[in-house]
């Protein structure tokens, strides 16, 4: 019943390799936001999906992060060639709809390492 | 620039106490703000939203103002628990159809028994 869920919860990798978040929001929500959280700093917007398509992504800090939602449902967040910038909490939210009330549920994050 | 900013960074105060929370903000266009409660290692958790309109809100033993004029925001936490122990984050909603939220660096609170 649940909340937002993330997977996996810890990601170690080494500089240079590809990773996959994945993030399964609330049942019924069609807003879907992905975060980022480094140390000691307030979370960063990345993207915003509403439904499958995504009409905001200027959070998103380069070519080399991408992110797909499908069945207006899960989302995967991608990072190619992954540099020790990259490290950082990556958080998911949902909301019911889009709009400025609507409330934003997070899950509990993906914490990526890069070495 | 769309900043918040929150004070102090971190807080100690002994069970039972109270305290109050800052958040100072200059976002544009305004819609509303929010408080979060994020304890470590777990996604954050909303205490409260406030439109332009509101003044002020309350969750239990939490109490948010709102000054639209001056931009600023407080958070009081009456009779702590060592369960408040968290990082409260204030969140301004920047308007607009992406509901797009900026994020402050947090408060680190530490109850102590």
């Known amino acids: 019943g649940a909340g937002v869920s993330q997977s996996p919860s810890n990601k170690v990798t080494e500089k240079g390799k590809d990773v996959e978040l994945r993030c399964d929001p609330i049942?019924?929500?069609?807003?879907l936001y992905w975060y980022r959280q480094r140390l000691g700093q307030g979370l960063e917007f990345l993207i915003y999906f509403q439904g499958n398509s995504a009409p905001d992504k200027s959070g998103l800090p380069s070519d080399r992060f991408s992110a797909e939602r499908t069945g207006e449902s899960v989302s995967t967040l991608t990072i190619q060639r992954t540099q020790q910038e990259d490290s950082a909490v990556y958080l998911c939210a949902s909301s019911l709809q889009r709009g400025n009330t609507y409330e934003q549920y997070f899950g509990p994050g993906t914490r990526l390492t890069v070495t | 620039k769309n900043q918040v900013e929150q004070s102090p960074q971190s807080l100690i105060i002994l069970e039972g106490k109270n305290c109050t929370l800052q958040?100072?903000?200059?976002?544009?266009?305004?819609?509303?703000l929010r408080w979060y409660k994020q304890d470590t290692g777990r996604g954050p958790v909303s205490l409260t939203i406030m439109t332009f309109s509101e003044n002020t809100k309350s969750n239990g033993r939490y109490t948010a103002t709102l000054d639209a004029d001056t931009k600023q925001s407080s958070l009081h936490i009456t009779a702590s628990q060592l369960s408040d122990s968290a990082s409260y984050i204030c969140v301004v909603g920047s308007g607009g159809a992406t509901n797009k939220l900026i994020f402050g660096t947090g408060t680190l609170l530490a109850v102590q028994p």
């Open positions: 958040c100072n903000y200059t976002v544009s266009p305004f819609s509303n």
């Open positions: 049942s019924g929500h069609t807003a």
